[in-house]
């Protein structure tokens, strides 16, 4: 998700919240998120002048158009030939236990999928499971129907048995970036085939969503035997492609796989995704025809491409946010006990709530992003059934309180803070107006930038003070928050330790009512603004570039990239 530019789903660039209004329902007991209605975007209902502090909640960008994309016609695609993506960042580890960046998730769609899926209106399918799970009255056993008659891309057969061993392994493996995500589950069993039972200690509402993404994606055991945690050097899953040949910080090719149950529907040969950080490059090398899927598109780009001859902007609204966290205890790494950090900005919120008066939202979105993206302060998107007031409190910019703040802190300023930031042109034009707007509530903010996939290393390894950094978000809220902010969470890089706030996590994926859950996140929501362990700053849109050369190309709100039904027009 990168604050900028890559996601520390890393996350994709700040988007825009997701419009329309999600409606949490339950299905035999398990609570699952799901688009009562079509996507659309709001107004908002601020006065365009008020600071972001104001009692309506952040300003939302004015009303945009929204393009998903559309499947491809059969008759209109060829079969066969290749088609080349500009991909904005490297895809971390290609292994769904490991990886933690949004572009593995795009390699993900054409190569492994999940038990569920996500559609365009954010609503849970089924993919390798049959239907959405069976849960028990006292929604502690949750029950699963695979899919039979279908192989792995090495030809082995998919079964309850290989979902029980990518979910064990998930469980279990030290470095699993998936445990937290999968919550109190204590057993799993295949009784048969294609079924396949979990077993929690207590009931746990996200489940379903979790496995609509990396949890719930199905690795060959196969492979995982030959392989155990080198399993991304070959990565073998149920995919419409499989992958062929990697070569670092340059690009990643995928080959048809032909043992992929819906063959028939997959046109294309080969995708090649080929690295280019440079937002003005890959707009080029669409323009240009050397690429016919460019994502990432940059705001300053965006005008300009949506009158471009030849090419479509799609365009929707975004499930995640982009944000700076700091480190406050990540000394042995991500997920082992938080430790002490001797310098005020890990020690004192005070320090950093300053930082966050220091920092002007609303003129951030306007003047870097043209108001195409919007302000946020929240995890929770303010267009979801799980808002309320209290999850969307803002502070107002005040660099005098600010420098209030640090003076109580007792720290000398101008404050000195170093920000780790990916290396990519938008990323550091970002980072470079943080950098000048702090600036007047008292802080020396100093940028560090570094490629993507090492920042991500550096963020696991607690080799940071403060990080530049987004997320592409999910649709339970449970995913956007405990993850990175509960105790020893397998993505809380900040080393953030709360039990209050960790008690209210708990309750909140327990519970089964909507409003009681948006309640107790808007609780959440207010113990993490005293601490400031994260200042959330702004949510993007997705934005994706398409040549007209190609036609099935689709970008839902989870922001995943999907090509493995497109074709080449004819």
Same mark, same amino acid.
Request: proline share 6%; aromatic share 6%.
């Given at each position: 998700?990168?604050?900028?530019?890559?996601?520390?789903?890393?996350?994709?660039?700040?988007?825009?919240?997701l419009?329309?209004?999600?409606?949490?329902?339950?299905?035999t007991?398990?609570?699952?998120?799901?688009?009562?209605?079509?996507v659309?975007?709001?107004?908002?209902?601020t006065?365009?002048?008020?600071?972001?502090?104001?009692?309506?909640?952040?300003?939302?960008?004015?009303?945009?158009?929204?393009?998903?994309g559309?499947?491809?016609?059969?008759?209109?695609?060829?079969?066969?030939?290749?088609?080349?993506?500009?991909?904005?960042?490297e895809?971390?580890?290609?292994?769904?236990?490991?990886?933690?960046?949004?572009?593995?998730?795009?390699?993900? *769609?054409?190569?492994?999928?999940?038990?569920? =899926?996500?559609?365009? +209106?954010?609503? #849970? !399918?089924?993919? &390798? %499971? /049959?239907?959405?799970?069976?849960?028990?009255?006292?929604?502690?056993t949750?029950?699963?129907?695979?899919?039979?008659?279908?192989?792995?891309?090495?030809?082995?057969?998919?079964?309850?048995?290989?979902?029980?061993?990518?979910?064990?392994?998930?469980?279990?493996?030290?470095?699993?970036?998936?445990?937290? *995500?999968?919550?109190?589950?204590?057993?799993? =069993?295949a009784?048969? +085939?294609?079924? #396949? !039972?979990?077993? &929690? %200690? /207590?009931?746990?509402?996200?489940?379903?969503?979790?496995?609509?993404?990396?949890?719930?994606?199905?690795?060959?055991?196969?492979?995982?035997?030959?392989?155990?945690?080198?399993?991304?050097?070959?990565?073998?899953?149920?995919?419409?492609?499989?992958?062929?040949?990697?070569?670092?910080?340059?690009?990643? *090719?995928?080959?048809?796989?032909?043992?992929?149950?819906?063959?028939?529907?997959?046109?294309?040969?080969?995708?090649?995704?080929?690295i280019?950080?440079?937002?003005?490059i890959?707009?080029?090398?669409?323009?240009?025809?050397?690429?016919?899927?460019?994502?990432?598109?940059?705001?300053?780009?965006?005008?300009?491409?949506?009158?471009?001859?030849?090419?479509?902007?799609?365009?929707?609204?975004?499930?995640?946010?982009?944000?700076?966290?700091?480190?406050?205890?990540?000394?042995?790494?991500?997920?082992?006990?938080?430790?002490?950090?001797d310098?005020?900005?890990a020690?004192?919120?005070?320090?950093?709530?300053?930082?966050?008066?220091?920092?002007?939202?609303e003129?951030?979105?306007?003047?870097?992003?043209?108001?195409?993206?919007?302000?946020?302060?929240?995890?929770?998107?303010?267009?979801?059934?799980?808002?309320?007031?209290?999850?969307?409190?803002?502070?107002?910019?005040?660099?005098?309180?600010?420098?209030?703040?640090?003076?109580?802190?007792?720290?000398?300023?101008?404050?000195?803070i170093?920000?780790?930031?990916?290396?990519?042109?938008?990323?550091?034009?970002?980072?470079?107006a943080?950098?000048?707007?702090?600036?007047?509530?008292?802080?020396?903010?100093?940028?560090?930038?570094?490629?993507?996939?090492?920042?991500?290393?550096?963020?696991?390894r607690?080799?940071?003070?403060?990080?530049?950094?987004g997320?592409?978000?999910?649709?339970?809220?449970?995913?956007?928050?405990?993850?990175?902010?509960g105790?020893?969470?397998?993505?809380n890089?900040?080393?953030?330790?709360?039990?209050?706030?960790?008690?209210?996590l708990?309750?909140?994926?327990?519970?089964?009512?909507?409003?009681?859950?948006?309640?107790?996140?808007?609780?959440?929501?207010?113990?993490?603004?005293?601490?400031?362990?994260?200042?959330?700053?702004?949510?993007?849109?997705?934005?994706?570039?398409?040549?007209?050369?190609?036609?099935?190309?689709?970008?839902?709100?989870?922001?995943?990239?999907?090509?493995?039904?497109?074709g080449?027009?004819?």
């Amino acid at each position: 998700m990168s604050l900028f530019s890559s996601s520390h789903d890393a996350s994709r660039r700040f988007g825009q919240q997701l419009p329309g209004r999600l409606l949490a329902f339950t299905v035999t007991g398990l609570l699952v998120a799901a688009a009562c209605s079509p996507v659309g975007e709001s107004q908002s209902g601020t006065d365009p002048g008020k600071p972001a502090g104001n009692a309506d909640g952040p300003t939302q960008s004015a009303e945009r158009p929204r393009n998903v994309g559309e499947t491809a016609d059969p008759a209109q695609v060829e079969q066969g030939g290749e088609l080349t993506i500009a991909l904005s960042a490297e895809p971390d580890q290609l292994d769904p236990t490991l990886s933690r960046s949004l572009y593995s998730r795009y390699v993900f *769609e054409s190569t492994c999928e999940k038990l569920y =899926d996500v559609d365009a +209106d954010a609503r #849970v !399918v089924p993919q &390798l %499971a /049959t239907a959405l799970p069976s849960v028990s009255d006292d929604g502690k056993t949750v029950t699963i129907t695979v899919r039979t008659g279908i192989r792995f891309g090495d030809g082995t057969p998919f079964d309850a048995a290989a979902v029980k061993k990518s979910l064990d392994r998930d469980l279990t493996l030290d470095t699993s970036a998936r445990k937290s *995500e999968l919550g109190p589950i204590t057993k799993v =069993d295949a009784p048969d +085939d294609k079924t #396949v !039972v979990i077993h &929690l %200690a /207590t009931p746990f509402a996200p489940l379903t969503a979790a496995l609509a993404d990396r949890a719930g994606m199905v690795m060959s055991p196969a492979a995982l035997d030959k392989l155990g945690d080198k399993f991304s050097t070959a990565p073998v899953c149920v995919g419409a492609f499989k992958v062929v040949k990697r070569v670092p910080q340059n690009s990643i *090719e995928l080959a048809k796989d032909p043992n992929y149950y819906d063959a028939d529907k997959v046109h294309l040969d080969r995708i090649v995704y080929r690295i280019i950080t440079d937002a003005s490059i890959r707009a080029a090398n669409l323009r240009s025809g050397d690429a016919q899927v460019a994502d990432s598109v940059s705001t300053q780009d965006v005008d300009a491409l949506s009158k471009e001859k030849g090419v479509t902007l799609l365009e929707s609204e975004s499930l995640g946010y982009q944000g700076l966290t700091f480190n406050l205890g990540n000394v042995d790494g991500v997920g082992e006990d938080p430790k002490p950090i001797d310098r005020p900005s890990a020690k004192d919120p005070r320090v950093r709530k300053a930082f966050e008066y220091a920092i002007d939202r609303e003129a951030l979105v306007k003047t870097i992003f043209a108001n195409i993206y919007s302000v946020a302060c929240s995890p929770i998107s303010p267009a979801t059934e799980y808002t309320t007031p209290q999850a969307q409190k803002c502070v107002p910019h005040d660099p005098e309180k600010a420098k209030e703040l640090l003076q109580q802190a007792g720290v000398k300023t101008p404050y000195r803070i170093e920000m780790l930031a990916s290396n990519t042109p938008d990323s550091l034009r970002i980072a470079q107006a943080i950098q000048s707007m702090v600036k007047s509530g008292g802080f020396d903010l100093v940028i560090s930038p570094v490629e993507y996939s090492t920042l991500l290393d550096q963020q696991d390894r607690g080799d940071f003070e403060l990080l530049a950094l987004g997320w592409s978000g999910r649709i339970d809220p449970d995913a956007n928050l405990t993850n990175f902010v509960g105790t020893n969470a397998s993505q809380n890089v900040a080393g953030f330790s709360d039990p209050t706030l960790d008690d209210l996590l708990t309750q909140a994926r327990q519970a089964q009512d909507t409003k009681e859950r948006a309640g107790l996140y808007g609780q959440a929501v207010e113990k993490l603004q005293e601490q400031n362990p994260l200042i959330y700053l702004y949510r993007t849109r997705n934005l994706t570039g398409v040549s007209d050369a190609v036609k099935g190309v689709r970008v839902f709100p989870d922001g995943v990239l999907r090509v493995s039904r497109a074709g080449l027009a004819k």
